[in-house]
T-cell receptor
Framework: KAGVTQTPRYLIKTRGQQVTLSCSPISGHRSVSWYQQTPGQGLQFLFEYFSETQRNKGNFPGRFSGRQFSNSRSEMNVSTLELGDSALYLCASSDRDPYYNEQFFGPGTRLTVL | DAKTTQPNSMESNEEEPVHLPCNHSTISGTDYIHWYRQLPSQGPEYVIH???SNVNNRMASLAIAEDRKSSTLILHRATLRDAAVYYC???????????????FGKGTHLIIQP
Protein backbone atom coordinates (compact mmCIF):
# COMPACT_ATOMS: atom_id res chain seq x y z
CA LYS A 1 0.00 0.00 0.00
CA ALA A 2 1.16 3.52 -0.68
CA GLY A 3 1.87 5.62 2.38
CA VAL A 4 0.36 8.94 3.34
CA THR A 5 1.05 11.51 0.66
CA GLN A 6 1.05 15.25 1.07
CA THR A 7 1.12 17.89 -1.62
CA PRO A 8 2.84 20.13 -2.21
CA ARG A 9 6.02 19.23 -0.36
CA TYR A 10 7.30 22.79 -0.30
CA LEU A 11 5.48 26.08 -0.54
CA ILE A 12 6.46 29.73 -0.31
CA LYS A 13 3.81 32.35 0.31
CA THR A 14 3.72 35.98 1.39
CA ARG A 15 1.93 37.48 4.37
CA GLY A 16 -1.77 37.97 3.86
CA GLN A 17 -2.14 35.23 1.28
CA GLN A 18 -4.03 32.02 1.84
CA VAL A 19 -2.85 28.47 1.27
CA THR A 20 -4.41 25.03 0.85
CA LEU A 21 -2.53 21.87 1.71
CA SER A 22 -3.63 18.41 0.63
CA CYS A 23 -3.33 15.01 2.27
CA SER A 24 -4.14 11.61 0.82
CA PRO A 25 -4.36 8.97 3.54
CA ILE A 26 -3.44 5.34 3.17
CA SER A 27 -6.12 3.52 1.19
CA GLY A 28 -8.94 2.41 3.48
CA HIS A 29 -8.04 4.77 6.29
CA ARG A 30 -10.94 6.90 7.49
CA SER A 31 -9.20 9.07 10.07
CA VAL A 32 -6.98 12.00 9.14
CA SER A 33 -5.24 14.33 11.58
CA TRP A 34 -3.20 17.44 10.99
CA TYR A 35 -0.25 18.75 13.00
CA GLN A 36 1.96 21.81 12.88
CA GLN A 37 5.66 21.48 13.72
CA THR A 38 7.89 24.46 14.48
CA PRO A 39 11.28 24.62 16.20
CA GLY A 40 9.86 26.70 19.03
CA GLN A 41 6.53 25.00 19.72
CA GLY A 42 7.29 21.47 18.59
CA LEU A 43 4.47 19.30 17.27
CA GLN A 44 1.01 20.74 17.87
CA PHE A 45 -2.34 19.16 17.05
CA LEU A 46 -4.51 21.08 14.60
CA PHE A 47 -7.57 18.95 13.90
CA GLU A 48 -8.83 15.44 13.36
CA TYR A 49 -11.38 14.12 10.89
CA PHE A 50 -13.14 10.80 10.96
CA SER A 51 -15.45 9.81 8.10
CA GLU A 52 -15.81 13.44 6.93
CA THR A 53 -16.63 14.79 10.41
CA GLN A 54 -14.30 17.03 12.36
CA ARG A 55 -14.06 15.35 15.74
CA ASN A 56 -11.42 17.38 17.47
CA LYS A 57 -9.73 20.74 17.04
CA GLY A 58 -6.59 22.08 18.65
CA ASN A 59 -6.00 25.56 20.01
CA PHE A 60 -5.43 27.40 16.76
CA PRO A 61 -7.14 30.54 15.47
CA GLY A 62 -10.05 30.36 13.07
CA ARG A 63 -7.71 31.15 10.18
CA PHE A 64 -6.87 27.46 10.23
CA SER A 65 -9.58 25.25 8.81
CA GLY A 66 -9.88 21.89 7.20
CA ARG A 67 -12.19 19.38 5.67
CA GLN A 68 -12.33 15.74 4.68
CA PHE A 69 -13.91 14.40 1.52
CA SER A 70 -15.91 11.23 1.00
CA ASN A 71 -12.79 9.45 -0.33
CA SER A 72 -11.04 10.35 2.97
CA ARG A 73 -8.68 12.82 1.32
CA SER A 74 -8.27 15.91 3.42
CA GLU A 75 -7.33 19.52 2.91
CA MET A 76 -6.35 22.20 5.35
CA ASN A 77 -6.54 25.88 4.62
CA VAL A 78 -4.80 28.80 6.26
CA SER A 79 -6.10 32.25 5.44
CA THR A 80 -4.40 35.59 5.96
CA LEU A 81 -0.99 34.04 6.42
CA GLU A 82 1.33 35.37 9.11
CA LEU A 83 5.09 34.96 9.42
CA GLY A 84 4.52 32.68 12.40
CA ASP A 85 2.64 30.21 10.22
CA SER A 86 5.93 29.12 8.69
CA ALA A 87 6.17 25.50 9.72
CA LEU A 88 6.14 21.88 8.68
CA TYR A 89 2.54 20.71 8.36
CA LEU A 90 2.10 17.00 8.92
CA CYS A 91 -0.83 14.80 8.10
CA ALA A 92 -1.44 11.41 9.70
CA SER A 93 -3.98 8.72 8.93
CA SER A 94 -5.40 5.76 10.81
CA ASP A 95 -7.66 2.95 9.68
CA ARG A 96 -9.67 3.02 12.89
CA ASP A 97 -10.10 5.29 15.86
CA PRO A 98 -6.61 6.75 16.48
CA TYR A 99 -7.36 6.78 20.20
CA TYR A 100 -6.19 3.17 20.42
CA ASN A 101 -4.54 2.63 17.06
CA GLU A 102 -1.38 3.78 15.39
CA GLN A 103 -1.24 6.77 13.11
CA PHE A 104 0.84 6.85 9.96
CA PHE A 105 2.45 10.18 9.19
CA GLY A 106 3.20 11.68 5.82
CA PRO A 107 6.43 13.51 4.95
CA GLY A 108 4.86 16.91 5.55
CA THR A 109 4.49 20.15 3.64
CA ARG A 110 7.12 22.78 4.41
CA LEU A 111 5.39 26.19 4.33
CA THR A 112 7.49 29.34 4.33
CA VAL A 113 5.74 32.68 4.76
CA LEU A 114 7.74 35.74 3.67
CA ASP B 1 -5.16 17.35 29.05
CA ALA B 2 -2.90 14.92 30.82
CA LYS B 3 0.76 15.76 30.26
CA THR B 4 3.93 13.74 30.06
CA THR B 5 7.44 14.45 31.30
CA GLN B 6 10.50 13.04 29.58
CA PRO B 7 14.22 13.70 29.89
CA ASN B 8 15.47 16.12 27.26
CA SER B 9 18.17 13.78 26.03
CA MET B 10 19.74 10.40 26.64
CA GLU B 11 22.83 8.75 25.32
CA SER B 12 23.48 5.07 24.80
CA ASN B 13 25.94 2.80 23.07
CA GLU B 14 25.19 0.82 19.97
CA GLU B 15 23.97 -2.75 20.55
CA GLU B 16 23.04 -2.04 24.15
CA PRO B 17 19.50 -1.85 25.57
CA VAL B 18 17.94 1.58 26.03
CA HIS B 19 15.31 2.46 28.61
CA LEU B 20 13.43 5.69 27.87
CA PRO B 21 11.31 6.85 30.82
CA CYS B 22 8.10 8.84 30.77
CA ASN B 23 6.14 10.24 33.69
CA HIS B 24 2.41 10.85 33.39
CA SER B 25 1.14 11.29 36.92
CA THR B 26 -2.19 12.83 35.85
CA ILE B 27 -3.14 10.03 33.47
CA SER B 28 -6.80 9.06 33.51
CA GLY B 29 -8.10 5.52 33.48
CA THR B 30 -9.01 5.63 29.81
CA ASP B 31 -5.86 7.28 28.44
CA TYR B 32 -3.76 5.18 26.11
CA ILE B 33 0.02 5.60 26.22
CA HIS B 34 1.51 6.00 22.75
CA TRP B 35 5.15 6.26 21.72
CA TYR B 36 6.29 7.79 18.47
CA ARG B 37 9.73 8.68 17.23
CA GLN B 38 10.92 11.18 14.71
CA LEU B 39 14.09 10.71 12.73
CA PRO B 40 15.79 13.79 11.28
CA SER B 41 13.90 15.32 8.35
CA GLN B 42 11.08 12.78 8.57
CA GLY B 43 7.53 12.68 9.91
CA PRO B 44 6.89 10.90 13.22
CA GLU B 45 6.82 7.12 13.16
CA TYR B 46 4.67 4.93 15.39
CA VAL B 47 6.61 2.77 17.84
CA ILE B 48 4.19 1.17 20.29
CA HIS B 49 1.15 1.83 22.46
CA UNK B 50 -0.64 0.30 25.44
CA UNK B 51 -3.26 0.83 28.09
CA UNK B 52 -2.44 -1.19 31.21
CA SER B 53 -0.43 -4.28 30.35
CA ASN B 54 3.12 -4.41 29.08
CA VAL B 55 3.34 -4.62 25.29
CA ASN B 56 5.90 -6.02 22.89
CA ASN B 57 6.31 -5.63 19.17
CA ARG B 58 9.12 -6.03 16.68
CA MET B 59 10.45 -2.54 17.38
CA ALA B 60 10.31 -2.23 21.14
CA SER B 61 8.69 -3.11 24.45
CA LEU B 62 6.51 -0.89 26.60
CA ALA B 63 6.57 -1.39 30.34
CA ILE B 64 3.71 0.32 32.18
CA ALA B 65 3.85 0.88 35.91
CA GLU B 66 1.13 -0.75 37.97
CA ASP B 67 -0.31 2.64 38.96
CA ARG B 68 0.06 3.81 35.32
CA LYS B 69 1.76 7.01 36.44
CA SER B 70 4.87 6.17 34.46
CA SER B 71 6.03 4.00 31.60
CA THR B 72 9.28 2.96 29.97
CA LEU B 73 10.02 2.36 26.32
CA ILE B 74 12.64 -0.34 25.92
CA LEU B 75 14.78 -0.70 22.81
CA HIS B 76 16.39 -4.08 23.30
CA ARG B 77 19.43 -3.54 21.13
CA ALA B 78 19.99 -0.01 19.93
CA THR B 79 21.40 0.67 16.49
CA LEU B 80 22.55 3.92 14.95
CA ARG B 81 19.24 4.05 13.08
CA ASP B 82 17.43 4.38 16.41
CA ALA B 83 18.88 7.85 16.95
CA ALA B 84 15.78 10.04 16.98
CA VAL B 85 13.48 12.13 19.16
CA TYR B 86 11.13 9.84 21.08
CA TYR B 87 7.73 11.15 22.13
CA CYS B 88 5.60 9.71 24.90
CA UNK B 89 1.99 10.76 24.36
CA UNK B 90 -1.29 10.22 26.16
CA UNK B 91 -4.36 9.81 24.03
CA UNK B 92 -7.81 10.39 25.50
CA UNK B 93 -10.91 8.85 23.94
CA UNK B 94 -13.10 11.01 21.75
CA UNK B 95 -15.35 12.97 24.07
CA UNK B 96 -17.36 15.03 21.64
CA UNK B 97 -15.16 18.08 21.67
CA UNK B 98 -11.91 19.63 22.73
CA UNK B 99 -8.34 18.99 21.75
CA UNK B 100 -8.16 15.23 22.04
CA UNK B 101 -5.55 14.68 19.39
CA UNK B 102 -2.07 13.49 20.08
CA UNK B 103 -0.40 16.04 22.39
CA PHE B 104 3.32 15.87 21.72
CA GLY B 105 5.69 17.15 24.40
CA LYS B 106 9.34 17.99 23.78
CA GLY B 107 10.37 14.37 23.65
CA THR B 108 13.70 12.73 24.43
CA HIS B 109 16.54 13.16 21.99
CA LEU B 110 18.23 9.75 21.90
CA ILE B 111 21.88 9.75 20.91
CA ILE B 112 23.49 6.45 19.96
CA GLN B 113 27.25 6.19 20.17
CA PRO B 114 28.96 3.67 17.87
Amino acid sequence: KAGVTQTPRYLIKTRGQQVTLSCSPISGHRSVSWYQQTPGQGLQFLFEYFSETQRNKGNFPGRFSGRQFSNSRSEMNVSTLELGDSALYLCASSDRDPYYNEQFFGPGTRLTVL
Amino acid sequence: DAKTTQPNSMESNEEEPVHLPCNHSTISGTDYIHWYRQLPSQGPEYVIHGLTSNVNNRMASLAIAEDRKSSTLILHRATLRDAAVYYCILRSPYSGGGADGLTFGKGTHLIIQP
